[in-house]
């Protein structure tokens, strides 16, 4: 089963969805119950999601955030890019980054691949439909069907244009494939402007659950994802924005020990035992998926959905639903084979714990640009620190667009560090916004993505719109050669023969 992007048929209520297999079902009065909750969650979800407002869509708890001013909790795990697929206006990463090494350059290298304002909906639909596809198979590829994978996923404030919230996009990708693959959970799902938040949301889970040891980042941006499938009327002029959609895999830096301790050896009577209540609840999750076909939420399921499923079924007396794990993201043992497997995969880069800045003050004004100034180079000095020195960055990737003042703020703060750097060297200093192109709220998983293919350790700067900066260290792995597994996993689809 697919979508496109731009499908008309996707807003059959969860009711007529589900009705026909109720009326078929009505005997069994326990699964009434669990039934009649699914479908309430999914009307919530919808409703929450389809107004402008609360941005976070209902059933996507976020995790408590680290304190405004201060580092990331001091257990906050590194993390591992494992793989990465991106496309930022059609384009691979490595394409553009060898692009800004021009120094003649003088407009954004995106501004040569502007969406065509004729060319026609169906096809700008079926090009997002291919990213979509392509990325799934990635995952498909990448993941060891283990055990949950936490999805982050962000994707543009919603308007009255809106047509998917950030709760649609994970089951919109997901029904590009039908291999079979990892469970993935929805953890997070935000409609907003930065990244910023998602990315602290992902650590704090991570340091929250201590077997927890895979998650999918996800972020959308474009007219196309934002609902504004026809061209700006003179009466309502909009930003320009180019499309983007960044796809990574992130782990731990290795398997817990925990897991290795408990891991059975595959193809035994052991493995056969201690697996077969995993297998036994994505039955029960496809069959709920089922009761809702046309709702892309429901393709994915909410990880608070899960985590408040696992109980009732063990209320219920299943002998399966008994032996599955409390920890919903370790729900049963590895395998010995699947911890090789997730060991095994490259890594293209890793993630240090952030630090966020503030720049106002408590009463929600913004401090004076010398507070600013001294705010962020004490917490750059702080996290320059805590890096090891491979770590520590050798350039800046920011997005002036997004917050002129904090631009300006960066700009004079790392001029007066110990180490200066100078953000007017185009070596040192990527301003996305003037030399990448016009990324909207996807400008933070592009400079993630940008700094992976550039080889060069950073930092992302990403401006949050409640008047904070994250710090976002990124290292890129040391790579042989120019085929190394990024450049595979970013090469250019054949958009002409999807």
Known sequence: MGWYAVDDDQLASPAQAVGPWLAGSIALGALFLLVAALIKVLQEMRAGARGITPLRAAGSPVLPLPATGAAAAPTAPVLQIRACYA?????????????????????????????DPAARLAERGMAMQVQLAQGMEMLVAALPDAAPVAMFTLAPTLTRHSRYAAMEWPGLMASQSDA?????????????????????????????????????????????????????????????????????????????????????????????????????????????????????????????????????????????????????????????????????????????????????????????????????????????????????????????????????????????????LDLDDPRVGIDLATRVGALGGGSGAAALALALASGKAGTAVIVDDDGRLLLQPIVPAPQPDATDTASALSRQPDLEHP
């Open 180 to 420: 079979p693959g990892a469970l993935l959970l929805r953890e997070l799902d935000l409609n907003g402007p930065s990244l910023a938040p998602v990315l602290q949301a992902l650590f704090a889970r991570f340091t929250a659950s201590p077997r927890l040891c895979s998650a999918v980042l996800l972020s959308l941006e474009g007219r196309l994802i934002r609902g504004r499938y026809q061209r700006p009327r003179d009466d309502e002029p909009e930003d320009p924005v180019d499309e983007s959609m960044v796809l990574m895999w992130i782990t731990r830096t290795g398997v817990p020990d925990a897991i290795r301790r408990e891991a059975v050896e595959a193809d035994t009577p052991a493995a056969q035992h201690a697996r077969q209540p995993y297998a036994w609840f994505r039955e029960e999750l496809a069959a709920y998926t089922a009761l809702a076909p046309h709702e892309p939420e429901a393709q994915v399921h909410a990880a608070a959905f899960i985590t408040s499923l696992l109980p009732v079924l063990r209320e219920e007396g299943t002998a399966q639903a008994q032996r599955l794990g409390d920890d919903a993201w370790y729900p049963v043992p590895w395998t010995r084979q699947q911890i090789t497997l997730q060991e095994a995969a490259p890594v293209l880069g890793t993630l240090y714990p952030p630090r966020c800045v503030a720049l106002r003050g408590d009463d929600g004004e913004a401090l004076s640009p010398r507070a600013q100034e001294a705010a962020i180079s004490e917490a750059w000095q702080t996290l320059h620190i805590a890096l090891p020195e491979a770590a520590r960055p050798r350039c800046v990737w920011y997005d002036s667009r997004a917050d002129v003042d904090a631009a300006i703020a960066l700009r004079m703060a790392l001029r007066v560090l110990a180490d200066p």
């Open 87 to 115: 496309r930022l206006a059609r384009q691979a990463p490595d394409a553009l980054v060898a692009l800004l090494d021009n120094p003649q350059a003088t407009r954004p290298v995106l501004a040569a691949h502007a969406e």
